[in-house]
């Protein structure tokens, strides 16, 4: 705020004995760091970054500083700001790090970063990307997911399928699979909503192969999580060569999933985790994947750009 950036400016003008920087000024580069040590001793100098840095804690401080400096130039030149660098590190981290020292002590839910990356200008664009096709797939009254996954704050009563990092994150392997073609066909704004109407239409396609009697239902795990995430990745693997023409898309895409019908049976819950042997839910999700899409004739793999 205007108030706290103009009493930070005017301890500067009256601190004697203080320290200058009530504080130390906390910093956020993905890129990584280079320290050149002096004559061997822990003081020494270290790379600047090629972008600017983060300011995860400090933002008034420094603000303050910078219009002291343009008033009083000589004596700004004096101050030293003490700093924490961390560098190298991935945005989940900054992300974190910026909502748990500006708000609270607690450690931020996944689910609350899923919802920061479209919020945050230091998120990759690739996970703002991800993260819109999440909220659209909650949110768009066409989306056979409305309501469907569990987010932080959500207010619907309708029993979740999925939770929301679950989902950002299969969608993300798909996004990013793919960023290449994203940005030479228009980036974000023209590509979230066709990459929405991909998903959408693909499990209107999925639910109605399924069925009734199948989607949504306890005693299944259609739409549990390990199923959900292994059709995100037989969507991508369908996607890469039958997303055009959008017109007729379900109905083309029901007859492509035919199969799975027959395979409804194996999706019971009772007996799944033996009809799917594996390791763990990891190793389960692809071997879903796998037979999901072998039952198709889908070719799997990563997206080509």
């Not at 822990?42 to 933002?59: F, M, R, S, V």
């Not at 396609?205 to 995100?232: D, L, N, Q």
């Amino acid at each position: 705020s205007r108030s706290k950036v103009k009493q930070l400016k005017n301890f500067y003008e009256t601190a004697v004995s203080q320290p200058p920087i009530p504080g130390t000024v906390l910093l956020f580069t993905s890129e990584r760091l280079n320290f050149r040590s002096s004559d061997g001793g822990a003081a020494g100098t270290l790379t600047e970054p090629n972008a600017k840095y983060l300011i995860i804690d400090g933002q008034h401080r420094l603000a303050a500083l910078h219009f002291y400096m343009q008033e009083r130039p000589d004596d700004a030149a004096t101050i030293s700001v003490p700093c924490i660098i961390f560098d190298g590190r991935s945005e989940d981290f900054a992300t974190e790090m910026f909502v748990i020292i500006n708000s609270t002590p607690t450690r931020i839910n996944k689910s609350h970063l899923v919802d920061l990356y479209d919020r945050v200008s230091f998120a990759a664009p690739d996970r703002k990307f991800a993260a819109r096709l999440v909220e659209k797939l909650y949110s768009e009254g066409d989306s056979p997911l409305r309501y469907r996954i569990n987010r932080l704050g959500g207010r619907s009563q309708r029993d979740k399928w999925v939770l929301q990092a679950e989902l950002f994150n299969e969608l993300h392997r798909w996004v990013r699979g793919r960023w290449r073609s994203i940005q030479l066909a228009g980036g974000s704004s023209k590509e979230v909503p066709r990459y929405y109407g991909i998903i959408r239409d693909f499990f209107k396609a999925a639910r109605a192969v399924f069925g009734e009697a199948v989607w949504g239902k306890e005693s299944f795990m259609v739409t549990k999580p390990v199923s959900i995430k292994a059709m995100v990745r037989v969507c991508a693997d369908l996607a890469r060569d039958d997303s055009e023409p959008e017109a007729g898309r379900v109905a083309r895409w029901e007859q492509r999933l035919a199969p799975w019908s027959e395979m409804a049976k194996q999706f019971r819950e009772e007996g799944f985790y033996e009809r799917f042997p594996a390791k763990g839910e990891v190793e389960r999700v692809a071997r879903v994947h796998r037979d999901l899409a072998r039952a198709a004739n889908i070719e799997t793999g990563r997206a080509r750009q």
